[in-house]
């Protein structure tokens, strides 16, 4: 454990996972997985209700007004549906910090990210034989996202490591429950 002059701690909480505590109440934990995937999930206190925005989206209880693009423009769900992955890049996109303001990015990186094209699950799907899909589907337990990632991966551990993330995601909502000062998409985004 670390704990630096502003009342910041960085725990070690696993050999593969970190959290960062923030005095705000703030927690931000990231873990690398067998598989070398990248995850992050992010805690906040009640004090954030209202408060956030970008990536993060707008906690305010109502998944209606969750995905505010930098534009303003509010990204819907429509009769209760999630928003297609089409529609969750472009909102990722809209957050690109510009590459004079960004702390982080220089202009080639930014404009690799925006020329960046992924495969989407309903392209994919259009492209793999259906036996294949079918295979994935028993293998992933019918996770579409365990399916899109072993489908564009062709690697079963990555795959079944996006299923365990899932689950992993749906304990957490079981465990903390969901009341009105929560918005929780239903599934973790894929890779």
Not at 70 to 93: A, C, K, Q, R
């Amino acid at each position: 454990m670390y704990i630096n002059q502003n009342n910041v701690v960085l725990f070690k909480l696993e050999d593969t996972k970190v959290a960062i505590l923030y005095s705000c109440g703030l927690q931000v934990s990231v873990s690398v997985s067998d598989g070398g995937v990248l995850g992050a999930v992010v805690q906040l206190p009640q004090s954030f209700l209202y408060r956030t925005l970008g990536l993060l989206g707008l906690w305010s209880g109502k998944a209606s007004d969750d995905l505010i693009q930098s534009n303003g423009n509010i990204l819907s769900f429509n009769n209760g549906d999630v928003p297609t992955e089409e529609e969750l890049y472009h909102f990722g996109l809209s957050w690109i910090v510009p590459t004079p303001e960004s702390l982080f990015l220089s202009k080639p990186t930014v404009d690799a990210w925006k020329s960046f094209r992924p495969t989407f699950y309903s392209v994919l799907m259009t492209s793999v034989p259906q036996s294949v899909i079918y295979n994935a589907n028993v293998t992933c337990s019918g996770i579409v996202q365990c399916v899109h990632d072993l489908l564009l991966t062709n690697n079963s551990a990555f795959g079944l490591q996006t299923r365990n993330d899932f689950n992993e995601f749906h304990q957490l909502v079981s465990l903390f429950g969901k009341n009105k000062n929560q918005s929780l998409i239903h599934y973790p985004s894929t890779y």
